[in-house]
């Protein structure tokens, strides 16, 4: 079992419309979560980061954590042609040095 | 503030041959870890730095090795190089004052091609 679990996708929204990424993670001591959105050809760059349960909301973005089930999902409202991108899920591992774990990314294609 | 500068941009080697890619963090930033890329396996992690000591290794064999210099700069390198090793290298620095809220900040990246 991989410690980051996300669908390869590609999810295809259209214009305007919310896109829903989702990430699983099996670690449960985990405390700390990244979303970060790789352009083809580029380095990843992080979008959000998360903590505690819940929702966290970063313009038309919004992250949010449920430990308990072990969930991380990013939503992205009023979806642009240039949110198309590859999202990646990490996770943190829970002693404090820097080791994290990252999915192996969802691609999204927002259609103009 | 500057970001994390990595060098060279592309490589280009054949087999056997040896390979070393630099990295310089974002100043301030004391940790430097390593993460090769592939469209079949993702982002995997190499190793991490911090204060010139190797942290954290990932499931890597021993061709892959690093360093970390005193102001931080890190080298990566890559022996009897395999057409397998073709990736991108990302280098990431974080400031690393230990709390749960650390993040990475990538640089660019080298993309080595092994014919």
């Known amino acids: 079992q991989k410690e980051v679990e996300q669908n390869s996708g590609p999810l295809s929204v259209p214009e305007g419309a919310i896109a829903s990424l989702n990430c699983t993670y099996s670690d449960r001591g985990s405390q700390s979560f990244f979303w970060y959105r790789q352009y083809s050809g580029k380095s990843p760059e992080l979008i959000m980061s998360i903590y505690s349960n819940g929702d966290k909301e970063d313009g038309r973005f919004t992250a949010q954590l449920n430990k308990a089930s072990q969930y991380v999902s990013l939503l992205i409202r009023d979806s642009q042609p240039s949110d198309s991108a590859t999202y990646l899920c990490a996770v943190k591992s829970r002693n404090n040095f820097n080791k994290f774990y990252f999915g192996s990314g969802t691609k999204l294609n927002v259609k103009p | 503030k500057a970001g994390v500068t990595q060098t060279p941009r592309y490589l280009i080697k054949t087999r056997g041959q040896q390979v070393t890619l630099s990295c310089s963090p974002i100043s301030g930033h004391r940790s430097v870890s390593w993460y090769q890329q592939t469209p079949g396996q993702g982002l995997q992690f190499l190793f991490e730095?911090?204060?010139?000591?190797?942290?954290n290794k990932g499931n890597f064999p021993g061709r892959f090795s690093g360093r970390q210099f005193s102001n931080s700069r890190s080298e990566m390198n890559v022996s009897t190089l395999e057409l397998g090793d073709s990736a991108l290298y990302l280098c990431?620095?974080?400031?690393?004052?230990?709390?749960?809220?650390?993040?990475?900040?990538f640089g660019s990246g080298t993309q080595l091609s092994v014919l």
């Open positions: 730095y911090f204060s010139e000591t190797q942290r």
């Open positions: 990431a620095s974080s400031s690393s004052r230990g709390t749960t809220n650390e993040k990475l900040f």
